[in-house]
C-alpha cells in the first residue's frame, strides 16, 4: 500500500477485536514498526495481539500527557479505542465522548495535519430500516440507546476540533477471536435462542472487510465524509441467527420473547453489572436498540467516496468463525494432507 511508505501512524484500540486485525494489516502491507504507534492501557492483551513492543505508547485516552506523546508528529490516526458496555451513560460518555475530545485536542495541537479515520457506530445515526439516514452529519441524528448517543458526541467532538476527519459507521461486526460474536453464538446454538417477536432488519459485516474500508478511507482521505459501512449481504435478527445455527451445521430454535420481558431480564443484569462492577453486553442500553425498527446502514457514500466494496459474503464469513472457534469440524477433505 503506497500510502504506507512515509506514513507514521496511530492506532487507538489496538487490542480490540477491531483495532488488532487493523494492526495485523497495516504491518503485513508493509508499515514498518517503527512508524507505528498503538496507545496500550494493557500491556498483557498487547502481548497476546502482536503488537511488536516498539510500537506501544503506554496509556489510554483519559490520560492528555500520554495521547499528547502518542499523537505528536504522526500524519494518519485510526481512532478506534471505546466502551461497547458500560453499567451507567456516564461510563459510556468518559470514553467514548470525553476520551475521543482529549484525543482531538491532541491532534488538533501537536499533529493538526495528520488525516483521522474516526471508527464511530451505526448506534450513532439512529435506527433504520433502509439505510436511510445513516449518512447524517452527527448534528441531525436522533439515536435510542447511551451507547449511540455517547458515539454521536464522539463524532461531534472530532469534526469540531480537527481539520482533517473522516467519520466510518460500521454496523454489527463479526469474525473470529471476538468476544460479542462468541456470545451470539451461543445464543444461535443454545436449546432456546431469544430473539425479538418481530424480525427487525440488520447490517452485518465482517472485520475483514472492516479493515478493508478503514483502509480504503485512510487512502482516499475524504474530508468531512460520514461513511456509513454496510456488508455483502443483509439480514435480519431472525434470520441471522439461523445463518449462525446452519454455518455449524445446527438448526436454531428461536423463542420470541417480548420487550418488557427483556427488559425486565436486563434489569436484573444491570443490577448485577451495578453490584459487580462489571458491565455486561445484554443490558438495557442494548434493549433500547432490540426495540427499535432496524439497523440497516447505506454503503453507497463508501463506494462513491473510496471504493469500498465488502468482499466476505455472510455464509462464508460465519463459517470461517465457526470453524476457527471449534462450533464445528471441517469437512474430512480439509483435513486430508494433498
Known amino acids: 500500500m503506497q500510502l504506507l511508505e512515509e506514513t507514521s501512524c496511530l492506532v487507538t484500540g489496538a487490542t480490540g477485536f477491531l483495532g488488532a486485525e487493523l494492526v495485523r494489516s497495516l504491518l503485513r502491507l508493509g508499515l514498518p514498526p517503527s512508524r507505528l504507534r498503538c496507545l496500550v492501557r494493557d500491556p498483557a492483551a498487547m502481548t497476546a495481539r502482536g503488537i511488536p513492543a516498539v510500537s506501544v505508547c503506554r496509556g489510554d485516552l483519559r490520560d492528555a500527557l500520554a495521547v499528547r506523546d502518542a499523537v505528536a508528529g504522526v500524519s494518519l490516526v485510526f481512532h478506534l479505542a471505546g466502551t461497547l458496555k458500560a453499567v451507567r451513560a456516564a461510563d459510556y460518555l468518559a470514553v467514548n465522548r470525553d476520551g475521543t475530545a482529549i484525543l482531538a485536542d491532541a491532534i488538533a495541537a501537536h499533529a493538526p495535519s495528520a488525516f483521522v479515520v474516526h471508527v464511530s457506530s451505526l448506534a450513532a445515526a439512529g435506527p433504520s430500516i433502509d439505510g436511510r439516514g445513516t449518512d447524517l452529519p452527527p448534528s441531525q ?117 417480548p420487550l418488557p420481558i427483556a427488559a425486565a431480564a436486563a434489569s436484573v443484569c444491570d443490577l448485577i453489572a451495578a453490584v459487580t462492577r462489571r458491565a455486561s453486553y445484554f443490558n438495557a442500553d442494548k434493549v433500547r436498540e432490540l426495540g427499535a425498527a432496524g439497523w440497516v446502514a447505506d454503503g453507497a457514500a463508501a463506494l462513491r467516496l473510496v471504493g469500498f466494496r465488502p468482499q466476505t459474503g455472510l455464509m462464508e464469513g460465519l463459517r470461517q468463525v465457526a470453524l476457527a472457534e471449534g462450533y464445528c469440524r471441517p469437512p474430512p477433505s480439509a483435513s486430508k494432507p494433498n
Open 141 to 257: 441524528c436522533r439515536t435510542v440507546s447511551w451507547y449511540g448517543d455517547s458515539k454521536r458526541l464522539g463524532e461531534i467532538a472530532m469534526l469540531q476540533r480537527c481539520a482533517r476527519v473522516a467519520i466510518v459507521r460500521p454496523p454489527v461486526v463479526f469474525g473470529p477471536a471476538d468476544a460479542a460474536t462468541r456470545l451470539v453464538f451461543r445464543q444461535a446454538l443454545g436449546m432456546l435462542c431469544p430473539v425479538p417477536p418481530r424480525a427487525q432488519p440488520l447490517s452485518v459485516v465482517h472485520v475483514r472487510d472492516v479493515v478493508l474500508a478503514l483502509l480504503a478511507v485512510a487512502r482516499s482521505q475524504p474530508e468531512g465524509a460520514v461513511l456509513p459501512l454496510d456488508g455483502k449481504e443483509r439480514t435480519d435478527t431472525h434470520a441471522f441467527l439461523r445463518a449462525i445455527a446452519a454455518a455449524c451445521d445446527r438448526r436454531a430454535r428461536l423463542l420470541p420473547v
